[in-house]
């Protein structure tokens, strides 16, 4: 099989911004007041922003309404997509390899859009993906696969020409599911996962070196 395309996730997989994210949890329920459960991030990971921002009101009594847990959750965010956050070690040099291949590429993501966006051109590579998906772009998260669908349809190739590559195991059981090749990334935050991970996936890696060779991109030609 040649594929076309790939999709890439981008929090634990491009970016090293998982372990951020746990923090932050934690970061805004102590500031209302609350202990935060010890499996709080392992739930809210696979949520939109909209569904975990409607989560903390609900389960924790927030006196907030969600739009605002999400917009504080966004300004605690900030300043780390903003100044701090680093790619994944290898992952610039892939996306350039792929560039250089002439292979589509786009981000699908549930992180918010102004972050992305922000760490996309500090980091100078946002002129590499064609689109940028978000469950603010009117698909769901990535419980249904209407964000793959409507990321390859935007880069032109049908799920089972694209590679999705993703960090978290539910992401990756809906990108496979939906008939799309799906690679997992290895991230310290979802270690638990791995074993489901690689079963779920065509292929596990645990760096970009691992991909980013001339028998990979082989298996790939331009539209």
């Given at each position: 099989?040649?594929?076309?395309?790939?999709?890439?996730?981008?929090?634990?997989?491009?970016?090293?911004?998982?372990?951020?994210?746990?923090?932050?949890?934690?970061?805004?329920?102590?500031?209302?007041?609350?202990?935060?459960?010890?499996?709080?991030?392992?739930?809210?990971?696979?949520?939109?922003?909209?569904?975990?921002?409607?989560?903390?009101?609900?389960?924790?009594?927030?006196?907030?309404?969600?739009?605002?847990?999400?917009?504080?959750?966004?300004?605690?965010?900030?300043?780390a997509y903003q100044e701090k956050l680093p790619l994944k070690t290898g992952a610039k040099e892939f996306i350039e390899a792929a560039a250089l291949h002439k292979i589509p590429c786009a981000i699908a993501s549930v992180t918010y859009p102004a972050l992305?966006?922000?760490?996309?051109?500090?980091?100078?590579?946002?002129?590499?993906?064609?689109?940028?998906?978000?469950?603010?772009?009117?698909?769901?998260?990535?419980?249904?696969?209407?964000?793959?669908?409507?990321?390859?349809?935007?880069?032109?190739?049908?799920?089972?020409?694209?590679?999705?590559?993703?960090?978290?195991?539910?992401?990756?059981?809906?990108?496979?599911?939906?008939?799309?090749?799906?690679?997992?990334?290895?991230?310290?935050?979802?270690?638990?996962?791995?074993?489901?991970?690689?079963?779920?996936?065509?292929?596990?890696?645990?760096?970009?070196?691992?991909?980013?060779?001339?028998?990979?991109?082989?298996?790939?030609?331009?539209?």
């Amino acid at each position: 099989m040649q594929y076309k395309s790939i999709i890439f996730d981008m929090d634990g997989t491009l970016l090293d911004s998982m372990g951020m994210w746990q923090q932050l949890d934690r970061r805004f329920l102590r500031e209302n007041g609350i202990e935060p459960p010890d499996d709080i991030s392992e739930i809210v990971k696979k949520m939109t922003v909209d569904t975990s921002s409607a989560y903390f009101v609900e389960r924790f009594r927030l006196p907030m309404t969600p739009e605002q847990v999400k917009e504080r959750i966004e300004q605690l965010a900030a300043e780390a997509y903003q100044e701090k956050l680093p790619l994944k070690t290898g992952a610039k040099e892939f996306i350039e390899a792929a560039a250089l291949h002439k292979i589509p590429c786009a981000i699908a993501s549930v992180t918010y859009p102004a972050l992305l966006d922000a760490a996309l051109k500090r980091l100078g590579i946002r002129q590499y993906f064609r689109c940028i998906l978000t469950p603010d772009s009117g698909t769901e998260g990535k419980h249904a696969p209407d964000i793959y669908f409507e990321t390859a349809k935007l880069l032109g190739t049908a799920p089972a020409e694209t590679v999705v590559i993703e960090d978290a195991l539910y992401a990756a059981e809906t990108a496979a599911a939906a008939g799309f090749c799906t690679i997992g990334f290895r991230d310290a935050s979802a270690q638990a996962d791995w074993a489901a991970l690689s079963a779920v996936c065509s292929r596990t890696v645990g760096s970009w070196s691992e991909l980013n060779n001339p028998a990979f991109f082989a298996a790939f030609r331009t539209v």
